[in-house]
């Protein structure tokens, strides 16, 4: 561990994300057994979810930070799609008519956030945020590499947009370091922006379930799984004495995980849990897609929430729809294809209703994120709402508005 030096660590994520390009991005969880008769409180309409024994499911999508990702700047055209009326007062953003602010929440990662290569730059992620501001007001990062904390909060301030983000620590299993590297970078941007755009600090992304690959398990709260979430457990606690020692003690703090692989003892250590539920990873058919998420999250996440001592608040951390496969293998999930007009049926399902019964969700994704076409082939560059170049695919924005 004291040999850290930045080659190792790049041999690490290289070695890491081999492994889990070949590896089937869908995973049984063995069987997740959630235990549970009580009314599911955290759900506006209030629904009543009974004695669940769901032989649950859940998707592997690598999304964040790590690896050396193409760095492209969008477009040749400096990342900026969004027309100002004074190029140098970025407050001064054009609206996009077509763009309607009817996400509860967006995930989001700056185009050249992967350490160490890096290659992001503000003026991007200001494009980036005067277009989600258009759809939400609520969007949650991976992870903290490659100033990117900063770089969002900078940009909020820039645009004067009202949006709040959830910053986020990715620590990798196998080395202390970005752990520490991104909590530091975390506190240093509360420092210099506070707090007042800030939701929470998410430690790890899908940490139990590279853990559980890596060691060979497969159920969260197995002995291995609970080896796992005993070092998240500690990323956890030392975030929360980190930030309160640096005063920000008030700040939420969560994690982010796989749908199916949420352990006990990790629910009662945080205060918020964000679950990927992805119906495409699922196999399940564009039909049933909008329903399935919805009961995956409610039977499994929200569930298991309400069985633990601590019920930390739940919201989905990605769900959403894939438009194009780079292989023909991926073209389809066995039930329906990635294409753009099923994208607009899963918006067209899932969105309003999702807001209309209090579901806290962030749409997978803001844009197609090159570097993962690049590393992982198949669907894994097409989640996007946006191109890469930041145009709008052919979709229609469902019309419900937050307020
Ligand atoms: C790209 O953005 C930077 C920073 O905003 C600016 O200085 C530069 O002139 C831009 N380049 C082009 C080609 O627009
Ligand atoms: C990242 O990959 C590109 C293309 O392969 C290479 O030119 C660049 O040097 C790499 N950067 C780092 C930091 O390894
Ligand atoms: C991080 O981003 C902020 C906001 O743009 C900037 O002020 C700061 O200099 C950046 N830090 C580094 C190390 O690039
Ligand atoms: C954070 O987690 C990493 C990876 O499990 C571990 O190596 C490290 O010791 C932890 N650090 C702290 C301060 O909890
Ligand atoms: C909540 O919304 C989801 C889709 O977004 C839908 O499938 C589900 O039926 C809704 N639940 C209720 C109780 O309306
Ligand atoms: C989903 O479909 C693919 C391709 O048809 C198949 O390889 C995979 O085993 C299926 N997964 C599940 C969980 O049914
Ligand atoms: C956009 O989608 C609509 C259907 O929603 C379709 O009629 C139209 O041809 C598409 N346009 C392009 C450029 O693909």
């Avoid at 969007?139 to 940009?155: F, H, K, M, P, T």
Wanted: charge should be negative.
């Amino acid at each position: 561990m004291s040999t850290y030096n930045a080659i190792g660590q790049q041999d690490n994520w290289l070695e890491k994300q081999q492994k889990k390009s070949k590896r089937t991005r869908w995973i049984i969880a063995g069987s997740v057994t959630v235990i549970i008769a009580a009314i599911v409180i955290g759900v506006a309409v209030g629904v009543t979810v009974h004695n669940n024994n769901s032989k649950s499911s859940s998707s592997d999508i690598s999304t964040g930070t790590g690896g050396n990702g193409t760095a492209t700047p969008g477009a040749g055209n400096n990342g900026s799609t969004v027309p100002q009326t004074n190029p140098n007062d970025p407050s001064s953003f054009e609206k996009d008519s077509r763009l309607i602010k009817s996400f509860y929440g967006i995930a989001y990662t700056p185009e050249g956030s992967q350490y160490p290569a890096c290659g992001n730059s503000l003026s991007q992620v200001i494009n980036d945020i005067q277009l989600m501001s258009q759809l939400t007001s609520k969007i949650r990062l991976y992870g903290a590499d490659c100033n990117q904390s900063a770089l969002v909060l900078e940009a909020i301030k820039q645009t004067k947009v009202d949006m709040q983000v959830y910053l986020a620590n990715f620590p990798i299993d196998t080395d202390p370091a970005p752990y520490l590297r991104q909590r530091d970078a975390i506190v240093q941007a509360l420092q210099t922006y506070g707090t007042s755009n800030v939701l929470g600090v998410t430690v790890g992304n899908e940490f139990m379930l590279d853990y559980l690959a890596d060691n060979g398990g497969t159920d969260p709260n197995s002995a291995i799984g609970n080896a796992g979430a005993a070092l998240l457990i500690s990323n956890i606690t030392d975030t929360r004495n980190t930030l309160s020692a640096a005063g920000f003690g008030s700040l939420p703090v969560g994690t982010s995980d796989a749908g199916a692989y949420f352990n006990n003892e990790v629910m009662n250590a945080i205060d918020y849990g964000m679950a990927n539920v992805h119906p495409w990873f699922a196999n399940v058919s564009i039909d049933q897609a909008a329903g399935w998420t919805w009961d995956f999250f409610t039977e499994t996440n929200i569930a298991q929430s309400q069985a633990s001592t601590k019920k930390p608040q739940m919201s989905i951390a990605e769900t959403g729809w894939p438009t194009a496969s780079d292989d023909a293998g991926n073209a389809n999930n066995g039930a329906s294809a990635a294409s753009v007009p099923n994208l607009q049926t899963y918006l067209d399902t899932f969105v309003c209703q999702a807001n209309t019964n209090g579901t806290q969700y962030f749409f997978f994704e803001y844009f197609d994120e090159t570097w993962k076409a690049v590393q992982f082939g198949g669907v894994e560059g097409h989640w996007g709402l946006f191109n890469a170049d930041r145009t709008l695919k052919n979709i229609t924005i469902p019309n419900c508005p937050l307020s």
